[in-house]
């Protein structure tokens, strides 16, 4: 078994898990490629577990250019989700700014059904779905403000600021070169900094588990019990994960 892999067992990843991984291919510090190390994550998942990728456009689909190609856009998230998307077997759910792709044997079902959502991170997202399938968030790299995942309990609970009033139409073009066009809710977050990091102070071993693969720290959680604990939290106060933005 390789080093990597071992860490990676290690960290709490198991033989048929479902896992989305947001990466810093940086702070791995490695050699390896990124095609390297994502073959690596999935000989720990094996063939009858699933990986995840964000595969997030926001940056270059937005409402002035609002073109979306489930084959062309490239993720605006890093290497390691533009290599996954070209390799073997990976799928791609249809969304205009928070497209997911997936590889292994869950793929299909995760992201065939986001199309059917008009929000970002929506009931049908494979952010949300990952909870009906017991899965684990891994953040590869001091990243865990990234964690998307929260949008879509933000949504749930309707916190004020997370999206838009006024919906957006795309043009979507899927594999066959067919184009749609569909409106969406776009997220807000104007005069909020998102604090993901706050996470932390809500759940404890082994809902979230922290080590080190190659030379990066990363963090595993259930996204069940993140479910659970953050809306909890946002029962208490709903503007727990953000705070608002002091202008100078």
Not at 87 to 93: A, F, I, N, Q
Not at 103 to 128: C, Y
Not at 194 to 216: F, K, M, N, S, W
Request: glycine share 6%; proline share 6%.
């Amino acid at each position: 078994m390789s080093s990597i892999r071992k860490q990676l067992q290690d960290l709490g990843i198991a033989p048929g898990d479902v896992v989305l991984m947001h990466s810093s291919m940086k702070a791995l510090g490695t050699d390896l490629t990124s095609e390297g190390f994502l073959l690596e994550l999935m000989q720990v998942l094996t063939n009858e577990g699933t990986l995840l990728l964000p595969a997030l456009t926001y940056e270059t689909v937005t409402p002035e250019n609002p073109f979306f190609s489930i084959v062309e856009s490239a993720p605006c998230v890093g290497i390691l989700p533009k290599t996954f998307m070209k390799m073997d077997g990976v799928k791609r759910s249809m969304h205009p700014t928070h497209s997911v792709c997936a590889w292994g044997l869950r793929a299909s079902e995760l992201t065939r059904e986001h199309i059917n959502d008009n929000t970002p991170v929506g009931p049908n997202s494979p952010f949300i779905l990952l909870t009906d399938y017991k899965g684990k968030l891994l953040f590869v790299g001091d990243i865990l403000h990234s964690c998307t995942f929260m949008h879509g309990l933000e949504e749930i609970v309707n916190t004020p600021y997370v999206l838009n009033e006024d919906m957006t139409e795309y043009t979507l073009t899927d594999a066959t070169g067919k184009t749609s066009r569909k409106s969406y809710y776009t997220h807000n977050f104007k005069g909020w900094e998102q604090e993901y990091t706050r996470i932390r102070d809500i759940l404890t071993y082994p809902d979230i588990r922290t080590g080190t693969v190659c030379a990066a720290p990363c963090t595993l959680i259930d996204v069940n019990k993140l479910k659970t604990a953050a809306l909890e939290r946002f029962q208490e106060d709903i503007l727990a994960f953000v705070s608002p933005i002091t202008l100078p």
